[in-house]
């Protein structure tokens, strides 16, 4: 009876992992960037699973500490019940462009899930798949790709009224997030 219970509780959390959500939000954080097989890594990476699953170490370098976690692919926790990231959102009155590890929440990534945390305290520990260390201060990601088509460049297309736009991820598609260009 205790292995059958033993396997029931492990299958749950595979398939919490599998579907994105991580059943302990309490785990470790990523930590970016990380050494793996002498190679520096920013963010999630699929290189060296067997399944093709993201994951991260969650120390400096996975080479010598062999400690990592598989990479949440949505938003979880905080008080929003795992709502997804509003994009951009205000914090102590400073415009945030990507999820942020200031201030607040234990030093673990969070976005709001408003536009104002501000005004509404709403926020998500962000998804492990979408934290990278290597935004610069101009948080577009050029090139990208919009419905097959690669920009260098921000953008009016898939907008009824103009605004220009860039995306924060290098594949919009994949991952839609986006940001309003300066006119």
């Known amino acids: 009876m205790a ?5 029931l509780v492990s299958s749950w959390v595979l398939l919490s992992l599998v579907a994105g959500q991580v059943p302990f939000p309490e785990s470790p954080a990523c930590k970016f960037p990380f050494i793996y097989e002498g190679k520096a890594f920013t963010t ?7 399944d093709k699953s993201p994951w991260c170490a969650t120390t400096s370098n996975y080479d010598r500490d062999r400690k990592w976690k598989p990479c949440a692919i949505k938003e979880y926790g905080g008080n929003s019940n795992g709502a997804s990231c509003t994009f951009p959102f205000i914090y102590l009155g400073r415009t945030y462009y990507t999820c942020t590890n200031k201030m607040e929440h234990k030093g673990r990534y969070w976005c709001a899930t408003t536009g104002s945390y501000d005004k509404d ?3 998500s520990l962000c998804a492990d798949i979408k934290l990278s260390v290597d935004y610069p201060e101009n ?3 050029f090139p990208f790709t919009y419905k097959g088509k690669t920009y260098s460049g921000c953008t009016g297309d898939g907008r009824e009224d103009g605004k220009l736009w860039c995306s924060l991820s290098k594949n919009h598609d994949e991952n839609p997030q986006l940001v309003y260009c300066e006119p």
């Open 3 to 7: 292995s059958f219970i033993a396997f």
């Open 44 to 50: 999630c990476t699929e290189y060296g699973s067997t």
């Open 121 to 123: 305290r709403k926020w």
């Open 139 to 141: 948080p577009c990601r």
